[in-house]
């Protein structure tokens, strides 16, 4: 069977897809994965065959750091309206349309917010499974998507859609445990949560403890001086401190750093979190997710898009603390450090979410329901195939 796995976005909006795509080709069946030209080289390293969905870019200049946007709800729905249903779902219909029909996939596997994608295999009389990418599931809200999806329905001449049920598709995946997903947005009927990578057992801290700071791949370069008052407390602590700053920030502009503190463009998550008591970061749910698999406690700076709710859902679960990312100083941010570290409540709460994901299925068994899709087996409203 041919599976194709679409995308928007950088790798927050890939590596939720990736351990499907690796257990699908792991069964014997063929992948490909489509991204923007500028994810092909990633895409490429994951060895997977790739589909650009635009060309890549003649070279990435390093960008200016910009001063740190306030926290605004109305401009992320703005985007996920505007930038993302609207504009995007656009241009990417037209285009996945015309990969689809290339590539003749006999199922399409896409991110949630790739609503193009869901549009072009409709089209094509495609299967299409929603993986989610939005842990707490507060930011992608229905009222909020309609107007300019149901007018792209119409210029595509699909059928009217009151319910928006093209936002499920045929199956909905859940890399995430479900408590960390907000009461106020349940996740649909029949979908199927799994977990992204083998069950991590507990442990105890370390003796010196590990501390990861990110502000992941998009909101480093919008940051304003967060990062320097982060790592300025963070210092002061006897840890040993990996910070990574994009791969468009020159770590040598933060000057030298003491030797127990290492500050790169980029360090592979799941490489680092092993060492790792403690994650610092925007609150993205990838990197939600991750401190949560290790049994990993949180310290968050939510700026925008799904951090908000994330940081509420960490609050909830007593995972972690948010902190204000505009006006937090280094003192603070030192003393929460301190602890997170020392109060065994925190670290105790996120092995409980731990346990949780551990016992999730394993990425494997979503093959089954991908296959049942294309043979007709598979019963809709339910998370198996039907006997």
């Known amino acids: ?93 037209e285009k996945l349309l015309e990969i689809i029909h290339g590539w003749r996939p006999d199922v399409v596997i896409r991110d949630e917010v790739d609503f193009g994608s869901a549009i072009a295999a409709e089209r094509a009389g495609v299967p299409c499974v929603n993986v989610l990418v939005l842990a707490a599931g507060t930011l992608l809200r229905k009222e909020l998507v309609a107007e300019p999806l149901h007018a792209l329905r119409s210029e595509h001449g699909l059928p009217r859609d009151p319910g928006l049920t093209m936002l ?87 000057g030298p750093q003491p030797p127990h503190v290492h500050v790169a463009r980029f360090v592979p998550q799941a490489e680092l979190l092993p060492s790792i008591d403690l994650v610092v970061s925007h609150g993205g749910s990838g990197s939600v997710a991750g401190s949560l698999a290790h049994g990993l406690p949180s310290i968050l700076f939510p700026m925008g898009a799904d951090q908000p709710g994330n940081a509420r859902c960490t609050a909830r679960l007593g995972t972690g603390v948010a902190l204000d990312p505009a006006n937090a100083t280094p003192d603070e941010i030192h003393a929460t450090a301190v602890r997170l570290l020392t109060e065994p409540r925190w670290r105790e709460a996120a092995q409980r979410v731990q346990e949780e994901i551990n016992a999730q299925p394993g990425a494997e068994e979503t093959v089954p329901l991908l296959e049942a899709l294309v043979t007709g087996s598979f019963a809709p409203g339910s998370p198996r195939p039907a006997p």
């Open 168 to 254: 499920e598709g045929q199956l909905v995946l859940s890399p995430f445990p479900l408590s960390v997903r907000d009461p106020a947005s349940p996740l649909p009927p029949g979908a199927f949560s799994f977990r992204q990578a083998e069950p991590v057992p507990p442990r105890a801290p370390h003796e010196k403890p590990g501390v990861y700071f990110t502000l992941g791949t998009g909101f480093n370069t919008e940051s304003g001086d967060l990062i320097e008052r982060t790592l300025e407390g963070l210092t002061k602590l006897d840890a040993h401190v990996t910070a990574t700053v994009g791969t468009q920030i020159d770590p040598a502009v933060f």
């Open 1 to 93: 069977m041919r599976f194709l796995f679409i995308f928007v976005g950088g790798r927050g909006h890939f590596d939720p897809l990736a351990p499907v795509a690796r257990a699908a080709a792991a069964s014997g069946h063929t992948v490909a994965v489509s991204g923007g030209g500028r994810h092909v080289a990633g895409i490429d390293r994951a060895g997977f065959t790739v589909i650009p969905t635009t060309p890549p870019p003649v070279a990435e200049a390093p960008s200016r750091r910009e001063p740190m946007p306030p926290v605004d709800p109305a401009r992320d729905d703005w985007e996920i309206k505007e930038l993302f249903a609207t504009r995007g779902a656009r241009t990417r219909a």
